[in-house]
């Protein structure tokens, strides 16, 4: 077998003479024997500490058979595990496979049939564990699914309910309705279904920043600010939301559609929740950014941008679940947050950057994110890799 002398063997057997024959065997053919172990608590300890590359378990071993410990292994520190035993059953068999073990021998071993064995193991490990990978992947997925599709039918069903209110009252009503009326349901029918067009939209939105690999580029960050705000004029005029910009703004790479929605999702959230109705105080927003990059830990520059808004501010214990995928908050005033805020950090770390909130209760909120500075645009563009497991 190539390069054995890179293979860190942990032998398990409390016999000692067979543990000496495997041993000399092993290092025969050149494996580095790392560490001994006679019962099955000392191979599950010595496999955490010793970290081999794969483990020669004796099934009939005191404390715990080789089974239990090879299961503990899987679950704890997961090594490929060749089991060895002396009498092969089917029962031996199935529960030997359930527990981890990736191939067996029976006593006694040849070394020719070790080193098959030491190979099937290892292979059958690296499948095992990328077949986990994949099923925590897809259990992933499908809680996210779950939770987005119940937050798709809460966000449709409030504006179709009141459309499909309104209509029928205007079916049995129609003839003896005022004309002041009238226009009224009319108007609140339109603004509910541009209401679920809306949502509509930014689902279109979250399946293309799923689906797609974006081109990055250097973004005029102005003109990208200067569109969001057009596109929620109406939004600014009915709160009279006052919106605060800078007249420069240092240049970051990224995707200029997608960062659009980023700033349209922000903006409207702080004119929805920002200021105090009650009190009479309208929503106002600063919108910024650092001006000095920042190195993050894989050493990229980045730039952060940020909304402060005005508003009652949000609890630390929501401001944990705020960017958690299609999560809506109990309380009134955030409730709405999640799939917008879901779409800004699937797209913000698609680019290769972060989201975040900073918030105190009366004293508003600052939502940031962060986007690669132009000062790394020689290196590999972050929108090329692929996007993170959640």
Not at 162 to 189: D, W
Not at 250 to 257: E, H, I, K, S, W
Not at 295 to 315: A, H, K, Q
Request: aromatic share 6%; charged share 25%; glycine share 8%.
């Amino acid at each position: 077998m190539n390069n054995r002398e890179n293979i860190r063997v942990l032998i398990v057997e409390d016999d000692y003479l067979v543990g000496e024959m495997v041993r000399g065997l092993l290092e025969e053919a050149g494996y580095t024997i790392v560490g001994e172990a006679g019962n099955g608590l000392e191979a599950v300890e010595m496999t955490q500490s010793l970290q081999p590359d794969v483990v020669l378990m004796d099934i009939a071993i005191p404390d715990m058979d080789g089974i239990e410990a090879t299961r503990l292994i899987y679950e704890h520190c997961p090594t490929p595990v060749v089991a060895l035993t002396a009498h092969e059953t089917s029962e031996f068999v199935v529960g030997a496979s359930e527990a981890g073990v990736g191939a067996y021998l029976i006593k006694p071993p040849n070394l020719r049939e070790m080193e098959r064995a030491i190979i099937v193991a290892r292979a059958r490990f690296n499948d095992m564990i990328e077949l986990r990978r994949l099923n925590t992947k897809l259990q992933a997925h499908n809680v996210e699914l779950d939770a987005f599709a119940h937050t798709v039918a809460h966000d449709l069903k409030s504006p179709l309910t009141l459309i499909v209110g309104f209509a029928e009252i205007l079916k049995e009503e129609y003839a003896t309705l005022a004309g002041e009326a009238l226009h009224s349901h009319l108007q609140k029918i339109v603004f509910n279904g541009r209401k679920m067009s809306n949502i509509i939209d930014e689902l279109l939105v979250l399946a293309g920043v799923r689906q797609m690999e974006a081109e990055t580029s250097p973004l005029d960050m102005g003109s990208i600010v200067a569109e969001a705000q057009e596109r929620l004029s109406v939004m600014v005029n009915k709160h009279q939301a006052e919106i605060v910009s800078p007249d420069t703004w240092p240049v970051a790479l990224g995707y200029g559609p997608w960062i659009e929605e980023v700033w349209v999702n922000y903006i409207s959230n702080g004119i929805k929740y920002g200021g105090r109705p009650k009190d009479g105080i309208p929503p106002r927003l600063e919108l910024g950014a650092d001006p000095k990059g920042f190195e993050n830990p894989s050493g990229l520059t980045m730039v952060r941008f940020w909304v402060r808004d005005n508003g009652l501010g949000i609890p630390p214990k929501d401001q944990e679940r705020l960017f958690t995928p299609f999560v809506q908050l109990d309380q009134v005033r955030t409730r709405g947050y999640g799939l917008g805020l879901s779409i800004v950090r699937r797209i913000v770390e698609k680019l290769g950057g972060q989201v975040g909130v900073e918030s105190e209760v009366g004293q508003g909120s600052v939502f940031t994110f962060t986007l690669p500075s132009l000062r790394v645009a020689k290196r590999p563009l972050p929108a090329a890799h692929e996007e993170n497991d959640e």
